[in-house]
C-alpha cells in the first residue's frame, strides 16, 4: 500500500497510485492522482522514491490558496510553490545524483484556507542509453559466465576463480583480476 500521511486536524487524504514509486510500493509507477480535503493550516505528506535521472513533475490544483513544497528525506526543502492565490501551484524537479542511488522525497501540501485539492504527481526517466545492454544468468555462476564471456569473446589467457558460496574470495580476487 503506498505511503500517504496527513498531520493537523483532517485525516487527509488517502494515496491512490495508479502509475510513482511511493514508499512501501513494489510496483514501478509513472504518476498518481490524489484528492483531498485540508482544515485551514493543515499539512498533507506524501512520501516516494525518486531514482536518478528522473525528473519529478508536481501539479497541485485548488480553489483556495495552498502551499506545495517538495522536501528532501532530512525535511529539507528542495522546492516551494506559493502563488498566493488559488489555481495551480507547480513544481518540477530533476534528480541527478547518481552517486547516491534513488533518494526518499516527500511532497507537502498544505492549506492556508480550507479546501479540496487534487495533487498530480509524474516521473519522467532519463533516456535509455543504448550502449548498456543486461547481462544475466539463471543463478550467479551462469550470470558469471555470461559476463566473462562478453567482456572476452575472443578468450582469456589467464582466469581467476573465486567462490560463489562466499562473497569476500570474490573481493579478494577482485585485485588479482586488475593486475
Known amino acids: 500500500m503506498p505511503v500517504a500521511r496527513a498531520g493537523g486536524r483532517t485525516p487527509g487524504a488517502t ?12 510496483g ?18 506524501y512520501a516516494l522514491w525518486l531514482f536518478p535521472g528522473q525528473t519529478l513533475d508536481i501539479r497541485l490544483s485548488t ?3 495552498f502551499l506545495l513544497t ?15 492565490v488559488s489555481g495551480t501551484e507547480s513544481i518540477t ?3 541527478n545524483d547518481y552517486g547516491y542511488g534513488p533518494q526518499v522525497m516527500m511532497i507537502g501540501v498544505g492549506a492556508y484556507q480550507a479546501g479540496s485539492y487534487t495533487l498530480r504527481v509524474s516521473t519522467t526517466d ?32 589467464t582466469v581467476v576463480i573465486a567462490t560463489g558460496a562466499n562473497f569476500p574470495d570474490a573481493l579478494s580476487a577482485a585485485g588479482l583480476c586488475g593486475v
Open 15 to 26: 494515496l491512490r497510485a495508479t502509475s510513482i514509486t511511493p514508499l512501501g510500493y513494489t
Open 93 to 95: 524537479y530533476g534528480y
Open 63 to 65: 480553489a483556495k490558496d
Open 28 to 45: 514501478e509507477l509513472k504518476s498518481l492522482v490524489n484528492t483531498g480535503y485540508l482544515s485551514a493550516d493543515d499539512v498533507a505528506v
Open 126 to 157: 532519463p533516456p535509455v542509453d543504448s550502449r548498456l545492454r543486461r547481462i544475466a544468468g539463471a543463478d550467479r555462476y551462469l550470470t558469471a559466465v555470461a559476463a566473462s564471456q562478453d567482456a572476452f569473446p575472443e578468450g582469456a589467457d
Open 70 to 84: 517538495l522536501l528532501d528525506e532530512n525535511g529539507d526543502p528542495l522546492a516551494v510553490s506559493d502563488r498566493v
